[in-house]
């Protein structure tokens, strides 16, 4: 039965092989993609998570996403074993993905639809979200009249829409000019400090896991598994890049990385 004090998440000895299939069915062309993840997030963390390219980040939050099995171990949402998707854990990928065919408005109300919310109230809430995310006065426009910006943030009010406890965040602003970059970061921060969600971000960017994570999580090359979980508690600045605490840790962060790759 889960309770408060169970962790947001947790992943327990979680390794993953694609194509492992058994006995004479095994696939001999398989890949390990994580081996031993194991890691508690309580409730509130904004945990990043970086790594050499190919080392399972996305293969770990489409675990906690509900769309994969892990092989071995057990993934938990609030003490529970995830068993699918759900609406305790929302995902913004790189891409925004919005329905072109609907407005803004209705792309963020669109995942309120399969609940038996009133229209009424559904409206209300993707308004109060677009206010959130600073597009309300984009509410009415298509996503094709947006910026790469602004779709990314209503991908987000999109995956805040159901309330959930978890937003799971696969390199989110990969895709976006490095301006627009920094500015939806300190966005995603204040939403978040505002929200109080847990937030697992992946990224490959030292500074971004950084500058937005409260615990950085650097994992190995393939099979991935955590070769540095660090606290990563800045000063409560503005910008915190030219701070010494925030060059040191990034350096750290930077060369774990660099030998992980090796
Ligand atoms: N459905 C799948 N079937 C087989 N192999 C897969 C599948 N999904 C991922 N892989 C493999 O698992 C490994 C980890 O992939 P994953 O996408 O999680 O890495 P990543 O760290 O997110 O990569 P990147 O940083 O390049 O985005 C890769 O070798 C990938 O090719």
């Known amino acids: 039965m889960p309770s408060q004090a169970d962790p947001a998440v947790s992943l327990r000895n979680v390794s993953l092989v694609f194509g492992g299939g058994r006995g004479l069915?095994?696939?001999?062309?398989?890949?390990?993609?994580?081996?031993?993840?194991?890691?508690?997030?309580?409730?509130?963390?904004?945990?990043?998570?970086?790594?050499?390219?190919?080392?399972?980040?996305?293969?770990?939050?489409?675990?906690?996403?509900?769309?994969?099995?892990?092989?071995?171990?057990?993934?938990?949402?609030?003490?529970?074993?995830?068993?699918?998707?759900?609406?305790?854990?929302?995902?913004?990928?790189?891409?925004?993905?919005?329905?072109?065919?609907?407005?803004?408005r209705r792309n963020v109300e669109f995942g309120l639809r399969t609940t038996r919310t009133p229209r009424a109230r559904r409206d209300r809430r993707a308004d109060e979200l677009l206010r959130l995310v600073g597009l309300a006065d984009a509410a009415s426009r298509r996503p094709y009249e947006l910026s790469g910006g602004m779709q990314q943030r209503a991908a987000i009010a999109r995956a805040l829409a159901p309330d959930p406890d978890i937003l799971l965040m696969d390199e989110p602003f990969a895709a976006l000019d490095a301006l627009t970059r920094e500015r939806l970061q300190e966005e995603l921060r204040r939403i978040w400090q505002q929200t109080g969600k847990t937030v697992l971000f992946v990224t490959h960017s030292v500074d971004e896991a950084v500058f937005l994570g409260t615990r950085v999580i650097v994992l190995s090359k393939r099979p991935g598994r955590i070769v540095l979980d660090r606290a990563s508690t800045l000063p409560g600045e503005d910008d915190p890049h030219a701070h010494q605490d925030f060059l040191t840790l990034r350096e750290e962060i930077a060369a774990t990385v660099r030998e992980a790759a090796a």
Do not use: H, N
């Open 25 to 104: 069915l095994r696939d001999p062309a398989t890949v390990q993609a994580l081996r031993d993840v194991d890691a508690d997030i309580p409730a509130g963390q904004f945990v990043t998570i970086v790594g050499p390219s190919g080392c399972g980040k996305s293969t770990l939050l489409r675990l906690v996403a509900g769309f994969a099995e892990p092989t071995a171990g057990e993934v938990l949402a609030a003490g529970a074993p995830i068993t699918g998707p759900g609406p305790d854990r929302g995902i913004v990928f790189q891409q925004p993905r919005l329905f072109p065919w609907l407005s803004v």
